[in-house]
């Protein structure tokens, strides 16, 4: 029975080298190099000593074989804190590797070994500043009035822009004069964490309108925006539409119809277009939450805004005195 040696070949996508054995993709570093050559002669001498069968060898790339180093990420100028976190999930994977036995346990120590870029190494991005107060209103006659009420939702409550994308009627608690909402999903789910947002008198004014009779269903859904937008616009066209444009229908399954719920990419690009509609500096819905953060603490303490926050150490919650830290530096500047 004749057979073919598989070859060695490139991955456009990544730049890597790749051999497929038996359906299954290894790939061996990048493409050229003398280091996955041999990696690929090694794989093909195996799968032929035995008989042509799977090749036992792991098909995950040893730290040696990468094609990209952290250097090159940083020639790349791709920012610190993103480099960390790339170098952490990396870490993470050839962890559940090892886990199934798919890569060798040396190869994920040798990992651990790997350290964290420190402040200065690579390039340092902006922290996030609360958006100011005089760029939130300018947007209204821009937005739908679901990603209106998010944008209300996150100033009244400090919610993340992801809790405000998913928030239900059924997981809201409204038992008490401060209802309790908990997300069914959250940024610190995987860690166990419990997450409750205290909706006060504001917020809930905020959301009754959009509280249903299905209690699972999303408040703030980009189909009923849809819905909403064309409604509006059939409302102001002035003037009639033509025989064939009223004969026109719409495909049952456009290939972009829009979902049940928004994501942070699309609240996030609502916002972006409306402030270039109304001529103002560009701003992100996490930065409401900043606004709101700075704002609590401020009246408060550090010690509420960690609770309302969520944040499980106070010196998260300090990022949002930098503000008011400013207003002083400016203060004693002017006083001497």
């Known amino acids: 029975m004749s057979f073919r040696t598989p070859k060695y070949r490139l991955h456009k996508g990544s730049g890597q080298a790749l051999v497929q054995i038996n359906g299954e993709r290894t790939y061996l570093g990048k493409y050229g190099t003398e280091e996955s050559k041999e990696l690929y002669r090694k794989l093909v001498a195996e799968w032929l000593a035995s008989g042509q069968k799977s090749s036992s060898v792991a098909s995950t790339v040893p730290a040696a074989n990468w094609p990209v180093s952290i250097s ?3 020639d ?5 804190t993103r480099i960390n976190q790339h170098v952490t999930r990396i870490r993470q994977m050839f962890k559940w590797g090892v886990a199934r036995e798919l ?7 040798a990992l ?4 964290g870029l420190r402040f200065g190494e690579a390039i340092e991005t902006e922290p996030i500043k609360p958006v100011p107060e005089e760029h939130i209103v300018p947007i209204e006659p821009f937005v739908t009035p679901q990603i209106w009420a998010m944008v209300n939702l996150q100033l009244w409550s400090a919610c ?3 809790e405000a994308c998913v928030i239900r009627a059924i997981d809201i608690n409204m038992q008490s004069e401060i209802w309790e909402y908990r997300a069914h999903t959250h940024k610190g789910e995987h860690h166990n964490k419990d997450r409750v947002i205290y909706l006060g008198p504001h917020a809930q004014k905020v959301i009754k309108p959009w509280l249903k009779s299905d209690l699972y269903a999303y408040l703030f859904s980009p189909r009923e925006a849809r819905a909403w937008f064309q409604a509006q616009r059939a409302k102001n066209r002035k003037t009639p539409m033509s025989p064939s444009h009223r004969k026109r229908k719409r495909r049952p399954n456009p290939n972009r119809a829009p979902g049940d719920r928004y994501n942070t990419g699309a609240y996030d690009h609502a916002i972006e277009r409306a402030c270039e509609r109304a001529e103002i500096p560009n701003w992100t819905p996490n930065q409401l939450r ?3 953060g700075t704002r609590i603490w401020s009246a408060y303490g550090i010690e509420i805004a960690r609770i309302i926050l969520g944040h499980s150490s106070a010196v998260t919650s300090e990022i949002y005195a930098e503000i008011d830290r400013e207003k002083v530096r400016a203060i004693l500047g002017r006083i001497g």
Do not use: M, N
């Open 76 to 80: 790349a100028g791709i920012c610190r």
């Open 103 to 109: 890569v060798p346990e040396t190869v994920w120590r």
């Open 160 to 162: 993340r822009p992801g």
């Open 112 to 115: 651990c070994a790997v350290e």
């Open 290 to 292: 900043h606004a709101a």
């Open 72 to 74: 090159e990420l940083i």
